[in-house]
Each structure stands twice: as structure tokens, then as C-alpha cells.
């Protein structure tokens, strides 16, 4: 999902206006968290019980989802 936004806004014909910038931080951000969550799901579901890390997981795929979508809605102010 994620890709394919900062791909569709990259594509368009003026790429640096602040939508794409927008969308291209947003991806970032997300990506930078992504290890992190990896290796807490992996190390929960070793050591924890696998039903509470998979609900835990999607709870943590919402949230990042609504941030996205939020961040690419927020008027540029800076």
C-alpha cells in the first residue's frame, strides 16, 4: 500500500510538490520503524504465546496504516 502511493504521486507530472513529499516521508517513517517491529513480533511470539504477537501484529499494522493515511492528509505548514 505504502509503495504504491509514493509510487502514484511520483509518477505525476511535477514529483516534488509537497503531496509527494508527504507520501515519500510518510514511507520513510514507516520503514524506519519496521525492524524494530520484526524482531519485537519474533521475539514475543518465541517467548510468548503466538495468538497474543499475531493480534498484537495487526493492531500495529492498523495503527501504522491510519498514521499513513493521516500523514498524507496533513496540510504542509512548516
Do not use: H
Amino acid at each position: 500500500f505504502f509503495a504504491q502511493k509514493v509510487e502514484k504521486e511520483g509518477n505525476n507530472q511535477n514529483a516534488k510538490t509537497s503531496a509527494f513529499e508527504r507520501v515519500s516521508c510518510a514511507n520513510r517513517n514507516c520503514m524506519d520503524a519496521y525492524p524494530t517491529f520484526l524482531a519485537v513480533m519474533w521475539c514475543a511470539g518465541l517467548c510468548l504465546s503466538q495468538a497474543p504477537a499475531a493480534f498484537a501484529g495487526i493492531i500495529y499494522l492498523v495503527v501504522r496504516q491510519k498514521y499513513f493515511v493521516g500523514y498524507m492528509g496533513q496540510t504542509s505548514q512548516r
